[in-house]
Each structure stands twice: as C-alpha cells, then as structure tokens.
C-alpha cells in the first residue's frame, strides 16, 4: 500500500492500535575492517510491539532513538564475534554515497524453522525518509509492507467504506487512466494459520496491500 496510509489509518480511525510499514533496502555495513552487502528493514517503532521478537539481548524500545539499530544473533556473530555488540556503532552507506551510523542497542534471538520472514538489521523508518525526503508526503511511493493491528473486538471491515478516500488519493497521485488502482486488499494474519517468523502480540492483525490493478 502507499507509504503513507499506515499512519494515516492510525490517525483517523480509533479502532487501529498499531501499524508498522517495512520498507527493504540495501546498505554496505562496517565495523572495523569487516564491510558486507545487507538488507536493511526500516520500520516504525509499534513494529517490536506488534510481533513477539523474542530479544538475546536488549528489550523491545531498543528503537527509541533514531540512530538505534537492532541485529540478529547471526549478524552479532558475523561483525562482532565473541564480542558484546550491545554499545557497538556500526556505520551503513547506503546508495553508495550517504554514511549513516548506528549504535546497536539489541541482538534478535534465532529465528524458529517456520519463519516465512526475518530481519537481520532493523532500525526506524525515520532514517528512510531521511534518505528519501521527497517521500515524506508522497502518496505515489509504495511501502513493501504495511501492518495494521486493531483494537481487540474490531475488524477491517469496519473502516473498508472509508478505503476509497484514500484509493482516489493514491489514483490521483501517481496513476494514469490506463492504471488505476481499484481498491487496497488486507490479509488476515490468524496466528495459527499463518507461518510467520513470531506471533503477533494481537491475532487480530491485518497487512494492506497495493500496487496492482485489483487487489484480491
């Protein structure tokens, strides 16, 4: 779904507790000597909220700050060995040109065999409009995923005769007559049915897609 409809949604409907965008990008990490390749998920800070990450290390605000990051054991052993990443500052370029650095403050325990997704360096989606600052009121630009987690005893489909508002936005924004977006589509996230890296905190949790002619 576009970018900004997570928050958006959070706003203006009271029966949404938390959402979470993911947006997937490539960065070089260093720490001393050692330079790799990684995918890095930005994300918004209800995200450790909404899905039960168990932590190695650290606790669930270890995004609380900008320059924060949180890294999977596998990446704690890869840069920092037997050493205590937690302190560590780690620097990330990315686009080959912006050098950002980052103060690990958390260490992801080892994903379950079932995991369909899991992050080795996460840090606030602040940090990617900072990158993209065009972005930031940009209804056109699509998230790669986007969460969205209700009130206990309410559903999507309490607020799905509103989606069009924002269908027409998102047409107006970046489409032309020949691609027009019809409507955004949810998946329901039953937690017993779906094989996700780590329950959610809520069974009740939904994620909005976009991007294609109809969404079923």
Request: glycine share 6%; aromatic share 14%.
């Amino acid at each position: 779904g576009p970018i900004l409809l997570g928050p958006e949604l959070k706003e203006k409907f009271p029966s949404i507790e938390k959402q979470s965008r993911v947006e997937l990008y490539d960065g070089s990490v260093k720490f001393g000597q050692n330079v790799f390749q990684e995918r890095i998920a930005f994300v918004d800070q209800d995200f450790m909220q909404m899905f039960d990450f168990p932590m190695l290390i650290g606790n669930k605000g270890a995004l609380n700050q900008k320059n924060n990051i949180i890294i999977s054991s596998l990446m704690a052993d890869k840069y920092f060995a037997d050493d205590d990443p937690i302190g560590q500052t780690i620097s990330i370029k990315f686009d080959g040109q912006t050098i950002q650095s980052y103060t690990v403050t958390g260490v992801l325990n080892k994903p379950p065999s079932t995991a369909s997704f899991y992050f080795n360096f996460i840090i606030g989606i602040e940090n990617y409009f900072n990158l993209k600052p065009d972005k930031v009121f940009d209804w056109s630009d699509y998230t790669d995923a986007l969460f969205v987690q209700f009130q206990k005893g309410h559903r999507p489909n309490e607020i799905s005769d509103q989606m069009p508002i924002y269908v027409k936005i998102q047409n107006e924004s970046s489409f032309t007559e020949t691609t027009v977006i019809e409507r955004f589509g949810y998946e329901l996230a039953e937690i017993s049915d779906m094989p996700f890296a780590y329950p959610f905190s809520n069974p009740l949790t939904y994620s909005w897609e976009g991007g294609e002619t109809v969404v079923n």
